[in-house]
């Protein structure tokens, strides 16, 4: 499995919970990293990303900025993900991906996404 994610759970409203996401050691530890997540009934969602080369701009969705924070630790390739303040509207399952392609600007692809790991947030 590239991709082993971890950390998911059930909280309260206001709460916090922080996801990992350990990459196998085949997996480069200098590309674009992403969090994704999908609600139930919805479309799969950007959650945050982590440009890679050694470039490592964060980019956020306006819905978790100030309350989410992408990090990646290049020793262990493992990719973070500390979520504060949490809304029921966070609710969802959570992906992490590694390698993205690129069209232009904009990422087409990852090549390898993590088995997702679910958030609960109750009021």
């Known amino acids: 499995v590239p991709l082993v994610e971890s950390g998911g759970g059930s909280v309260q409203a206001g709460g916090s919970l922080s996801l990992s996401c350990q990459a196998s050691g085949s997996i480069s530890n200098r590309c674009t990293m992403a969090w994704y997540r999908q609600a139930s009934v919805k479309e799969r969602e950007m959650v945050s990303v982590?440009?890679?080369?050694?470039?490592?701009?964060?980019t956020y969705a306006d819905s978790v900025k100030g309350r989410f924070t992408i990090s990646h630790d290049e020793r262990r390739n493992t990719l973070f993900l500390q979520m504060s303040s949490l809304k029921t509207e966070d609710t969802a399952m959570y992906y992490c991906a590694f390698c993205a392609s690129y069209t232009g600007d904009k990422i087409s692809r990852f090549e390898y996404w993590g088995q997702g790991t679910q958030v609960t947030v109750s009021s």
């Open positions: 982590i440009r890679g080369q050694g470039d490592g701009t964060k």
